[in-house]
């Protein structure tokens, strides 16, 4: 099998598995209890929740921990107070785009490459808006989202409403579920006051996010409970989840250049092996996405074919693909019908090795070209 979705799921890594292992029947302690042990566990989830937040230049306490991204990006559009606004790019994925939906938001553009338009998202901000929400990095194309700039004209923003006396919020949200693998995630550098981690997306344990919340958000809980993670997530902490996200995320910090480098390397070799494709996510994608278009073929049929020889590829986000939805996201950069059919979405990962690049070349192109015989028969 070669398994090229790792935007869709990664496995588990042994490491964060082992890590894990001694909270579920020896360290099972709840955090909260007056004894000894209990305290241990507590130190444990509280040191597991500090690795999280240094990797991205936080502290402990900037984070709620939640059971994934859906939550964390739910619990992020808390902090809009009533009659206020809310922003998201068009290209978000459903547990923001959903949530902002149902509030009234309004999309903002991006241009074909996949980026941000800023000029629309200028002409957009009112004095209503208190919330912007820019995913780091996206999850159908890999695009990485000038964020930094982003948060500038945030900066202006706020600054001239200051000048007229208009105190209204204003705060950037991003979901960064498929960026800590490969991007070195900085909350100050990139200036953002909310930002949504996901375990499951780097080799660690599914169900487990996390939401970073500077002191300028102001949330809400979505449930109430115990009282845990700052009255604002209560439910007794998952504490293996969280013991093995830290370890994942130490890992992925860890390997960072290594993985860059190699996955560039590989996406070079793909795109050079592979035939009469057009190439989707040209510039500004992190390296392991590759989004590739065959004209005029049906890339679900495809995505079939390609099992059936033991390659495992995605025609867009999983959510969607299983839903039979056409891809949002293909859609807002401006590619045709015959397009959005024909793309697929490859990313690479960890349990993939240089010979499995070659092979998966020769597979597509092997599947490709039968495919395109098959309908020239059936047109002729
Ligand atoms: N945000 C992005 C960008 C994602 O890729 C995903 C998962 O596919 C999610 C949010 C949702 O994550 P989860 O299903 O773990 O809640």
């Not at 981690?197 to 080799?203: I, W």
Request: charged content about 25%.
């Amino acid at each position: 099998m070669i398994y090229l979705d790792h935007a869709a799921a990664t496995p588990v890594d042994k490491r964060v598995l082992e890590a894990m292992m001694p909270y579920f029947a020896d360290d099972f302690f709840n955090p909260s209890a007056a004894y000894l042990p209990a305290k241990k566990v507590a130190s444990d989830y509280e040191t597991a929740k500090a690795t999280i937040a240094h990797a991205i230049g936080a502290k402990a306490s900037d984070l709620v921990i939640t059971a994934g991204a859906t939550e964390a990006n739910n619990l992020a559009f808390t902090s809009l107070n009533p009659l206020s606004r809310v922003l998201y790019l068009i290209t978000e994925h459903d547990s923001v785009r959903r949530v902002a939906e149902r509030l009234g938001g309004e999309a903002v553009s991006v241009l074909p490459n996949g980026l941000i338009d800023l000029d629309d998202l200028k002409r957009k901000i009112t004095d209503e808006t208190e919330l912007i929400s820019v995913a780091l990095v996206n999850n159908e194309l890999g695009t990485i989202q000038p964020l930094a700039e982003v948060a500038q004209i945030i900066r202006e923003v706020k600054i001239d409403r200051m000048k007229r006396g208009i105190r209204r919020q204003l705060l950037l949200h991003s979901d960064a579920s498929q960026a800590l693998n490969l991007l070195d995630v900085s909350v100050a550098r990139l200036g953002v006051d909310l930002m949504t981690l996901n375990s499951a997306k780097v080799y660690g344990p599914k169900g487990v996010g996390a939401l970073y919340v500077s002191h300028d958000a102001k949330l809400s809980p979505l449930t109430v409970g115990g009282g845990q993670e700052n009255g604002l997530r209560s439910g007794t902490e998952n504490v293996p989840g969280v013991i093995g996200f830290a370890k994942a995320v130490e890992l992925a910090h860890e390997h960072l250049n290594g993985n860059r480098k190699k996955y560039a390397s590989w996406r070079k070799t793909l795109l050079s092996e592979l035939d009469g494709y057009e190439l989707i996510n040209k510039k500004h994608a992190v390296d392991n996405f590759v989004t590739i278009c065959y004209d005029g073929i049906d890339a679900e049929r495809l995505v079939f074919l390609l099992e059936e020889q033991g390659v495992y590829v995605a025609t867009g986000a999983a959510c969607a693909a299983s839903k039979g939805v056409r891809s949002h996201v293909l859609a807002a950069i401006g590619l045709s019908e015959s397009q959005i059919t024909g793309s697929l979405r490859l990313t690479l990962g960890e349990t993939n090795d240089e010979a499995q690049i070659h092979e998966t070349a020769r597979v597509i192109n092997r599947v490709v070209e039968a495919e395109k015989a098959r309908i020239q028969r059936i047109e002729s």
